[in-house]
């Protein structure tokens, strides 16, 4: 029954080492988006993926990528992990125009 | 650069006051303004949202959009120990067939029994 479902929930890992996070939503909504929250609770959005273009991609480093196989899923991948990396990251999707949206339980990154 | 701004607080209230939390934004062309409740180590939650000028009640909450003083406010009446959350305020910005919320660095609420 969950709507947009991240996995895994913690992930602890050593610096340089290649990660990936996974989103599924299961409410039809059309775009999809990777959101950054640090530990002073800022979130800043990282990519959307509107039917599986990438439509908006901010100034992150190349080391992350996503990938959309499909208009349900938007995965996050993150080569060579720096320390700078620890935060929460949620992914979010959203129907149609205009509105809001609904988030998935995010993903604590720990990076040691 | 958009930019949504709140009070980073923390604000404290007793229980059953009103609280009053304050968000301004810097594009004019922004049409949609939402209002989320975050918990300690939970994903927000949509709350309130609002398009027009003007107030939206629903329950306990109300939204007021002022859109010439580029203002968001959300009021929480009868403050329950419960409220206590980080409220993040986050405007929609669209354009180029792109569509995204900014979102405010929070106001930290305290409701004190």
């Known amino acids: 029954d969950t709507a947009v479902s991240q996995t895994p929930k913690y992930l602890v890992t050593q610096m340089g080492n290649d990660k990936s996070i996974k989103c599924e939503q299961n409410?039809?909504?059309?775009?999809m988006y990777w959101y950054k929250q640090d530990s002073k609770k800022f979130l800043k959005i990282m990519f959307s993926?509107?039917?599986?273009?990438?439509?908006i991609n901010e100034t992150v480093p190349n080391r992350f990528s996503p990938k959309s196989p499909d208009k349900a899923h938007l995965n996050l991948h993150i080569n060579s992990l720096e320390l700078g990396d620890s935060a929460v990251y949620f992914c979010?999707?959203?129907?149609?125009?205009?509105?809001?949206?609904?988030f998935g339980s995010g993903t604590r990154l720990t990076v040691v | 650069q958009k930019e949504v701004e709140q009070n980073s607080g923390p604000l404290s209230v007793p229980e059953g006051a009103i609280a009053s939390l304050n968000c301004t934004y810097s594009?004019?062309?922004?049409?949609?303004f939402f209002w989320y409740r975050q918990y300690s180590g939970k994903s927000p939650e949509l709350i309130m949202f609002?398009?027009?000028?003007g107030d939206k009640e629903d329950g306990r909450f109300t939204a007021q959009l002022n859109k010439a003083s580029q203002y968001v406010s959300l009021l929480i009446r009868d403050s329950q120990p419960s409220d206590s959350a980080t409220y993040l305020c986050?405007?929609?910005?669209?354009?180029?067939?792109?569509?995204?919320?900014?979102f405010g660095k929070g106001t930290k609420l305290s409701v004190i029994p």
């Open positions: 979010a999707s959203r129907h149609g125009t205009g509105g809001g949206y609904t």
């Open positions: 409410l039809g909504h059309d775009t």
């Open positions: 993926y509107n039917n599986k273009e990438l439509i």
């Open positions: 594009d004019r062309g922004s049409q949609s």
């Open positions: 609002i398009y027009s000028n």
């Open positions: 986050a405007v929609a910005y669209s354009g180029a067939g792109s569509y995204q919320l900014t």
